[in-house]
């Protein structure tokens, strides 16, 4: 079985542009989530999707971030215009169930913001 | 306060030592409990879940204290291969949206010594 995709591994950008993180769950995961890790700090939850439907984007830290799952399959999230403090590693997971029983993680998006 | 802390460390010990690692937690809403482990530059891999009667898998053993709301992991006869950052984790339904989110804490290194 597949696990978690992410892609890109790296991106580095500068200031004000625009970036796209994509992830693929794994096959039949109806439960994605985004995580960030900004140095120094630790991996805070971003937001969960349930199928195509955003369920919480309580962390989502701005409306710099717009996160998708159209038809409920892959997922992206677009940062625009990127910011320095946006620079982190980016981790998205996917359960089968609620999450109740913990996540298995992509190998996450690291993104400099320059 | 942080909701999860944990002893940042680094913990240097020689292989064969036993270690030991604590984790508080200050919601006592908190549903489920793991212990990921986090190797440099990786994604964070659930280690293993934490329950209330204590759970053991090999040299690894997990406890649960529900009414002093502290986790610990134990980690017997070390190897070299043990050397990583061990990240706690606790699950809880976020306030509003119905959904598990998961709430880290910073981490604690560990290396193994030769």
């Known amino acids: 079985e597949a696990g978690v995709t992410q892609f890109p591994s790296h991106s580095v950008i500068e200031k004000g542009q625009t970036v796209t993180l994509r992830c693929d769950p794994i096959?039949?995961?109806?439960?994605l989530y985004w995580y960030r890790r900004v140095m120094g700090k630790e991996i805070k939850f971003l937001l969960h999707?349930?199928?195509?439907?955003?369920?919480?984007e309580s962390g989502m830290p701005n409306n710099r971030f717009l996160a998708e799952r159209t038809g409920g399959t892959y997922s992206t999230l677009k940062v625009q215009p990127a910011e320095l403090e946006d620079s982190g590693v980016y981790f998205c997971?996917?359960?089968?169930?609620?999450?109740?029983?913990?996540?298995?993680f992509g190998s996450g998006t690291r993104l400099t913001v320059v | 306060r942080k909701e999860v802390e944990q002893d940042p460390g680094p913990f240097n010990v020689p292989e064969g030592a036993t270690v030991a690692f604590n984790c508080t937690y200050s919601?006592?809403?908190?549903?489920?409990f793991f212990w990921y482990r986090q190797d440099c530059r990786k994604e964070p891999k659930l280690l293993m879940s934490?329950?209330?009667s204590g759970n053991e898998d090999g040299r690894f053993t997990a406890q649960l204290n529900r009414a002093s709301q502290y986790i610990s992991l134990l980690i017997r006869d070390s190897k070299l291969s043990d050397s990583a950052t061990y990240l706690c984790?606790?699950?809880?339904?976020?306030?509003?949206?119905?959904?598990?989110?998961?709430?880290f804490g910073k981490g604690t290194k560990l290396s193994v010594i030769p």
């Open positions: 934490v329950y209330s």
């Open positions: 999707f349930v199928k195509e439907s955003k369920q919480d």
């Open positions: 997971a996917s359960s089968q169930d609620t999450g109740i029983g913990g996540y298995t």
């Open positions: 919601n006592s809403a908190s549903q489920s």
């Open positions: 984790a606790v699950n809880r339904v976020a306030p509003g949206a119905g959904s598990y989110q998961l709430t």
């Open positions: 096959s039949g995961h109806d439960n």
